[in-house]
C-alpha cells in the first residue's frame, strides 16, 4: 500500500467469509499510510485480524508477497485455507467477477482444493530470457532447464494460493526471492545476469518484481509456461475466464516490455 484508497475492501460487492478472513496490508509509504477511519472499518469486518505492516519502498507488491511468505515458510504464521495476494488497487488488472466468484466458493467450500490460479485478465506471450532463466534455476536449482524454455503467465502479480503450496515452499526458497527483489534486510545477489534499467523506469527494484510476474507459479511449484485459464481442465468452469493480450489505449504497455536489461 502506497496511498491507494482501500474502501474497495469495505464495499458489499465482495463477499468474504465473515469470521474467517484475515487481512494483512504491507504500508511501503510512510507519508501515506491508511487513514486511521479506514482502518478502523477493516478492524470490523475483518474480525479474524488485521495486520498493518511497515515495509521499505521497493520491490514493489513481490517484497511484500515474500515478506509474508517468509512468516508462512518459518512457521510462525499458519496460512488460512487460501490466500489472495493483491495489489491495494487491484482493479486496474484483476477480473473482479472471478474474484466475487472465488470469494462465494471458498466461503460455501465449492473451490475443490484448486492449488494456485492467476486472477488478472491480461495475458503475456510466451517468451524466452536470459533474465527469466536465471532467476528460474535460481528458484528451482534442482529441476531440468533448457535454453528454449518458455515462460507464460498473467500480466501483474495477483493470484490466489491454497496453503498446502504456502505451507510446502522449499526451505530457503523465499529468501531467494528476498535476496532478487532486494530486501535490505537480506544480502543482495551480486551474479544476476540481469539487472535494472533506471533509465526506462526508476522505481526500486521494479525490474526484478517485473520479472516475478511470470515467476510467482514455479515458486508455487506450477511450470514455468502455463496452460491459458480458459483451456486450464483442473479449474473449476467458474474460474476459466478468457483473457486480454493487451492492456492499455497506447502503442507501448507497460506490462509486455521487460525492464530488466543485461549486467555489464
Same mark, same amino acid.
Given at each position: 500500500? #502506497?496511498?491507494?484508497?482501500?474502501?474497495?475492501?469495505?464495499?458489499?460487492?465482495?463477499?468474504?467469509?465473515?469470521?474467517?478472513?484475515?487481512?494483512?496490508?504491507?504500508?511501503? #509509504?510512510?507519508?501515506?499510510?491508511?487513514?486511521?477511519?479506514?482502518?478502523?472499518?477493516?478492524?470490523?469486518?475483518?474480525?479474524?485480524?488485521?495486520?498493518?505492516?511497515?515495509?521499505?519502498?521497493?520491490?514493489?507488491?513481490?517484497?511484500?508477497?515474500?515478506?509474508?511468505?517468509?512468516?508462512?515458510?518459518?512457521?510462525?504464521?499458519?496460512?488460512?485455507?487460501?490466500?489472495?495476494?493483491?495489489?491495494? @488497487?487491484?482493479?486496474?488488472?484483476?477480473?473482479?467477477?472471478?474474484?466475487?466468484?472465488?470469494?462465494?466458493?471458498?466461503?460455501?467450500?465449492?473451490?475443490?482444493?484448486?492449488?494456485?490460479?492467476?486472477?488478472?485478465?491480461?495475458?503475456?506471450?510466451?517468451?524466452?530470457?536470459? #533474465?527469466?532463466?536465471?532467476?528460474?534455476?535460481?528458484?528451482? /536449482?534442482?529441476?531440468?532447464?533448457?535454453?528454449?524454455?518458455?515462460?507464460?503467465?498473467?500480466? #501483474?502479480?495477483?493470484?490466489?494460493?491454497?496453503?498446502?503450496?504456502?505451507?510446502?515452499?522449499? !526451505?530457503?526458497?523465499?529468501?531467494?526471492?528476498?535476496?532478487?527483489?532486494?530486501?535490505?534486510?537480506?544480502?543482495?545477489?551480486? @551474479?544476476?545476469?540481469?539487472?535494472?534499467?533506471?533509465?526506462?523506469?526508476?522505481?526500486?527494484?521494479?525490474?526484478?518484481?517485473?520479472?516475478?510476474?511470470?515467476?510467482?507459479?514455479?515458486?508455487?511449484?506450477?511450470? /514455468? !509456461?502455463?496452460?491459458?485459464?480458459?483451456?486450464?481442465?483442473?479449474?473449476?468452469?467458474?474460474?476459466?475466464?478468457?483473457?486480454?493480450?493487451?492492456?492499455?489505449?497506447?502503442?507501448? @504497455?507497460?506490462?509486455?516490455?521487460?525492464?530488466?536489461?543485461?549486467?555489464?
Amino acid at each position: 500500500h #502506497c496511498g491507494e484508497d482501500l474502501g474497495w475492501l469495505l464495499g458489499a460487492e465482495l463477499t468474504f467469509p465473515q469470521g474467517a478472513t484475515r487481512l494483512w496490508v504491507y504500508e511501503k #509509504c510512510a507519508s501515506s499510510s491508511a487513514p486511521l477511519e479506514v482502518v478502523v472499518a477493516l478492524r470490523r469486518r475483518f474480525s479474524a485480524g488485521v495486520s498493518i505492516l511497515s515495509l521499505p519502498n521497493q520491490g514493489m507488491e513481490s517484497l511484500a508477497y515474500a515478506r509474508y511468505l517468509l512468516e508462512v515458510s518459518s512457521r510462525r504464521l499458519q496460512p488460512a485455507e487460501y490466500g489472495f495476494f493483491v495489489q491495494a @488497487d487491484p482493479w486496474k488488472h484483476v477480473e473482479r467477477g472471478m474474484l466475487e466468484a472465488a470469494l462465494q466458493a471458498i466461503a460455501a467450500g465449492t473451490l475443490g482444493g484448486v492449488p494456485f490460479v492467476h486472477l488478472n485478465r491480461a495475458r503475456f506471450t510466451a517468451v524466452q530470457s536470459p #533474465c527469466l532463466l536465471d532467476i528460474y534455476q535460481r528458484l528451482s /536449482p534442482r529441476l531440468p532447464i533448457h535454453e528454449d524454455m518458455l515462460f507464460a503467465s498473467y500480466c #501483474c502479480s495477483q493470484f490466489l494460493v491454497h496453503r498446502e503450496r504456502m505451507a510446502g515452499l522449499p !526451505e530457503g526458497l523465499i529468501d531467494t526471492v528476498l535476496s532478487i527483489v532486494g530486501d535490505p534486510s537480506k544480502p543482495r545477489l551480486r @551474479d544476476l545476469i540481469c539487472s535494472q534499467n533506471d533509465g526506462h523506469d526508476s522505481r526500486p527494484g521494479i525490474a526484478m518484481s517485473a520479472l516475478f510476474e511470470n515467476l510467482w507459479q514455479v515458486v508455487f511449484g506450477e511450470a /514455468p !509456461e502455463l496452460p491459458l485459464r480458459q483451456d486450464d481442465a483442473s479449474l473449476p468452469i467458474f474460474l476459466r475466464n478468457a483473457h486480454d493480450w493487451l492492456e492499455g489505449a497506447g502503442p507501448f @504497455d507497460y506490462h509486455v516490455h521487460y525492464q530488466a536489461k543485461m549486467a555489464p
